[in-house]
């Protein structure tokens, strides 16, 4: 057994139960033992969660310890290998096993997913019927007996789909709401509507192009609007989030990304709506979204009203939530699987390279819980953060190889999966989690060889979503008012209440 656990100087008792000689009590190991032994995987999962906590290593506090999971499977390992008949009847057991505790969590799933982080940690109270250690333990021991410990994709439970990939002809004759209330989707644009291909697509000519956009638009971050948030090693971890960024100019941020030794590098240009606009001007000639259908809304509809007359404040709305943004990375570069903080939908589209995405549904049972590495809670009481894969296999990066030991409950996750090119848009509806990663060699291709990845990103309030993006911002702005965040001035949050509020009902409701 692991050191953490043989080195605890703390012995628990637990009553076994059942047995010839009526009920008894052995010693909290005996039990789990004889519980596996005899595939009560359920039981002895249970077990293994309360001595555990006897054991002073409680969910909350120590989830890397992974002590039910390291507890069942020593029992696994005690009992020993046992012939194929066996192995078909385990597997049939633990299966059985991990559908009676996630029965269990359902009668006590609440059905308000924007209180999903809280509700998880409450009910990490060993009182909880819903007992997300025992839960761990007993995938542990499923995902054990039935593939020897080996990690993604044969240790999710639920087949991984690819993304739904629609034209724009039929996207419009199925209804685009309908498609937008199934889940994520790839828009696949016509030649010169959307990716750049030829001299134009070249890696120097697209950044020639952001870098004059940028120029132009100088005079508006001089005002107190940042540049660029560079990362040279990538995002593959939320540590590296604040650990090494590093914020630049547009011009200095291209210059590293492209000086970039290792390669692995990754930027983030957060612009603000003119220069957006530009951008979308200098690379489509006019046509950009709106010549896309229309499949998107626009914010002028609302921005023009109620910031009309103050440029500098609006400049700021669209710069803090984000809203539009150019995302460049070289090969084998990403970003950690995350939620968005406002849950706003988001479209994606891809200028040049190759990206993979991964997006996981939060609305199923567990469905933000399967997610969390690690409780990373923001102020607002929501984790948004999950750190779950591999950092280095095999000498190479695997961001999308899950590391199942330690991320047992990822095998409840409901993910589709997909590699979009140039000329993609993907569309992910509000609080879905993804998780993207350049696909190339590091080292080689380099930005006239296609070996890097250019993409523009815009958020969307629209009919789905517009309730939950209010409701985040009121409760922003009453921790504003409060003193408890800094994140908009009180100026801000009147414009909030007396006009965006307003007129997103009147637009979406």
Known sequence: MSDDLEGSKKTATLDAGGGQGGTGTVSGQE??????????FAVAAKLASDLCLELGLNYRMHFEQQCPGKLV????????????????????????????LLSECARTQLKDKENAAKTAMDRLN??????????????????????????????????????RRYTKDELIAEGVGRIMEGGPFVLKLEPGEGGLTGEEGSGDELLSILAEAAARGAKKREKGIPGVEYYPRGLQSFEEHNDVRQMLQLEEGVKALKESENGGAYMHWYMHEEEWTDI?????????????????????????????????????????????????GTPEVGMYAHKDRHATSSFQVQLAGTKRWRLCDPEILLGDEAMYSKFKVHADGLARTANLGNSEQRGKKQPFDVDYAQRPLFRLADCVEDEVNAGDIVYYPADWWHQTWTVGEGGEGG??????????????????????????????CDMVKLGNLDTWSEDMCNVFRECIFEEWERLYS
């Open 126 to 163: 060993e009182m909880s019927p819903c007992d997300l250690q025992a839960l761990e333990a007993v995938l542990t021991a499923e995902h054990q007996v039935a593939f020897g410990g080996a990690s993604y994709p044969l240790g999710q439970r639920r087949l991984v789909k690819s993304i």
């Open 73 to 100: 499977k020593w029992a696994l390992s005690e009992v020993g290998e046992v012939g194929p008949a066996l192995v078909g009847k385990r597997i049939g057991q633990s299966i059985r096993a991990v559908d009676v």
């Open 447 to 476: 930005w006239e060889e296609g070996g890097f990845s250019l993409s523009l990103s815009a958020l969307v309030v629209d009919s789905y979503s517009w309730r939950a993006v209010r409701d985040s911002l009121a409760w922003e």
């Open 31 to 40: 039990a789990i033992l004889r519980a596996v032994r005899e595939g009560q």
């Open 280 to 328: 979308v001007e200098e690379i489509w000639g006019g046509k950009g979204l709106t010549g896309w259908g229309g499949l998107f809304p626009d914010s002028e509809a609302w921005t023009g009203k109620c910031f009309e007359g103050d440029a500098l404040k609006r400049i700021q709305f669209y710069h803090n939530l984000r809203w539009y943004g150019l995302y460049a």
